[in-house]
């Protein structure tokens, strides 16, 4: 703990002086630079070079490649991310400590901060934002297939569409969960005052954003038709739109790598005296299974990325039959990263269920090393599955008994998280507050998503189910119906502590219960949808699924506006409302509510000292719970 | 356990017993015979049977965890909001922990050993690559039918080796014959589903995916591309019959006939074909 910055001494710039620093609007600036510079030196090198260069003007990989790379370089340079490199060079590093100043006030959160919370924040605005845009792209999908006709948009369209809505809701909630949540709760919880890699950890949340732009720029250059999955050869024969999917998933993928990189090493070794691995909050332990998926998975999909570029650029064939590549390997390795990674959207929530189960039913854990176990077993596995996405594309069929049965086998470790759920709430005193209700619904809907999971994982089964409607409802019933009911639970649990206010209950409610019905309603006709034979990412299909088609998207418009309901309760409450909230309204005695609200820049005053374990609910000898040191400001 | 404790799993363990046995024959015999995909083909039926199998497994472990939570959540609510008293602190139970993991480690080895004997009796209709392991005996034989499905952007040709390799647009097969289906590619990767059959098999291209099916009495099947191939792809359907065995043979002499001219001029029959590769200019 000796590294520990001390706060600023300098006096930071005021008014409208901030603009002339290091922040986002010259970030914003330098980007659009470098791309103009990348996009100019690209055009100059393959217009020596004809062979290079593409058909239509605007197409030219390299330019565009070129492009992205020097705006992001830009974009970064803007905001300060040189600045710590080079002055060391020169013998001049600077601390940590002038960006951490609270009297920078609302401009921290468009710079480069090394405050672990404020990059928390930034998180939870950034992803909100792209969350947003991602459930608009869903609005309109719906709106396509309200008639089995094209009739709104062509079919082009439609597919960038679906591959928008699928590459942001995969890409970027990677880290929807941790992104905010970690990042606030895993240095705090542990007793640090900041994670391991305070530039690093900016650095990942500013390099998603990038990434996140590029993917809409790909509007520009006429969208790309394979989905998030971006399927070789099929992407080496899109327009210049896939560069953009090439771009935005590499920079999700080092930002993963990254982010999971920072996450281990701060929870292997920023851990305050007494806080031993049996003592870590359950929370912490799902971040450090999934951290470790990060850091494994993503190299596998930059790779195959990085291949598929130089299939489009220097006219490699890595992916092109009977030019010496094969279709199969872009498969391959896509889904070697990708089936870790929807584990890496699901354990975050598995983490956030049980944090919260045992403040809202007031026990203990029940079976700490099992959920332990659970959430390990699923990490582990997670990486031996993969070619059950590819049960029918012919390749290694020999094995496909091999991978049924790893894949049934994850259901194991899932049915520890579920009974550590149930165990807790055994003869607990149950309160149906928000964020529990989220909970007990993420509950409900991933008990649908892993049933429907067997089906899938079945080979005679999968057979009609692979590519079909059911695989969808399937995987928005883990992910939408896991990750995003879990990411409100954590909203509303956690933001009077982040913020200073707490949301409006009511409002909550409803919001809850909008959600709940309009997300069922809109997934669960989608497995019967699959069962008759409704494939994916089709413009038209059968007149005769336009009833059921109809009614998906009606209730995908309710699970819109259920968004709006909570858009409104967050502005009413923190911006309209301000009802201050309590230091700790939920009664719980984890770490985080012993601290005074809001959290001081540097969490702790002096270094907590852990002695028991996180859940001490039910314990007489000490209420008061948690660290035995007097926290930051000594409030509660 | 306390008496309490005895009294609320009792009140558990019956209502998920009732439930169960209410649900579980509903399952299996008002739903399981309207399971996908119908009963087309035996590859097909072996779906339906497997997955007849799968729900009348998965429901009574659906109503345990659902039954569970709606007693818990409704037996141990707090009914005064005002206060804060905490529950017991229970941390585990460690024969809960060892039952469990016994029940649900025999449900999983069950099913998959369930799922690989059915996928090995016949291939269940899915793709097998080009050395399929699950290769029932009339597949082999000079009774079965080969027909090689070739995709391409934005739609299916199927070829009849045994026939002079006269390709079609249109499909029909004879009944109750084992069909051998070559599925490949010329460009991008499609699938290759006829729904009604129980078949899918991905299109590669520069690869050969065997699927086998054994047609029953005449049926019209729908088929689809399953798997994203551009623009088009919702587009890429079309739909084949199967119809007495006298009447594939006069059909396929009359293609051999109409297609003459083309079938000249074909590629030699192959297991796959290259086409010249379209690639990106840079």
Redesign the interface.
Known sequence: MSAIAVPATTAPRSGWRQLLGFNLLSGILLGIGGWYLGHFIGGRI?GANL?????TAGQ???AIFLGYLLGVVGFLIGLGFANYPLKRLIGHPPSLAERESESLGLYRYFTLSTDHKVVAKQYMVGIGLFFFVGGLNAMLIRTELLQPNVHVFG??Q??TLVGMHGSMMMGIMTSGILGPFANWLVPIMIGSRRMAFPRIESFTFWLLMAGSVILITTIFFGGF???W?G?Q??G??NTAGYDAYIGFFALVGVSMMLFGFNLIATIITMRAPGMTWSRLPIFVWATFATATLMLLAAPMLIAALLMGAM???V?T?FF????GG???LF?NLFWVFGHPEVYVLALPGMGIVLELLPVF??????????AVAGLLGIAFLSFFVWQHH?????????L??FY??ST??I??PT??I??CA??T????????TVPMLFC?AW??NF??GG?SG??NS???????T???FFVMAHFHYTIMGGLIFAFFAAIYYWVPKMYGYKLNEKLGKVHFWVMFIAFNATFAPLFGLG???M???????SAGFQGLNDWVSVSAYVLGLSMLVFIFNVVWSLAIKREPAEPNPW?SKSTEWQLPTPVPVHDFNTVPVFDQDPY????EEKPSGVPSAVPAGGST | MNT??EH?FRNVVLLWLLASVIATPIVVFVIGPG???GNGSAQAH??VV??TV?LAL?TP??LA??V??GY??WA???RD?DT??????????SS??FW??TV??VL?LF??GY??V???ADG??????????ATPAAFKSSKALQVQVVAQQWQFTYRFPAYGGVETHAIELPENTPIVFN?TSL???H?F?A?DL?????A???????AYVMTRGPLTF?I????????????MFNSGQVVPHAQFVSWIAQQQQQYAPATKNNAPYSKTY??Q??????
């Open positions: 393959t062979t290079y260069y593409s058909e030219n990989d390299i079919a082009n439609y597919l038709q394979t989905g999955t399927y050869p099929l080496a024969q299939d489009r650029t006219q064939t092109i039959a009977g030019a094969s279709a199969y498969q039913s007031r026990k203990p854990l029940w079976g700490y090393r099992l590819l049960f029918v594309s012919g390749i290694n069929a020999d496909r008994p049924m049965l049934e086998l259901s194991l049915g520890f579920f009974l149930m165990g709430l055994w003869r607990g005193r149950i309160r149906l007990l509950i409900f008990l649908w049933i067997v089906f079945d080979v005679p089964s999968d057979i009609t692979h590519g079909s069962f008759m034979g494939p994916r990412r089709v413009v038209t299909y009664h001490p609910y039910g314990v | 309490e404790s609320h399971l996908p995909p072996g779906q497997d997955n799968l998965a472990v659906t965890v659902l569970y939570f818990v959540i141990f609510r707090e909001p804060v008293v905490d529950g017991p602190p229970i941390r585990g139970n809960v922990q469990w993991l649900t480690t999983v099913l998959a799922g690989t059915r996928l090995l269940s209709g899915g793709g097998q690559g080009p050395n399929p392991i599925v460009d991008v990767i699938s589903w729904y129980g078949v899918k098999a991905d590669n291209p520069g690869e050969n995916n065997i729908h689809r591309c399953a798997e994203l191939c551009g623009v088009w792809h919702g587009y290259f086409p590769p379209v690639r990106r200019g840079g």
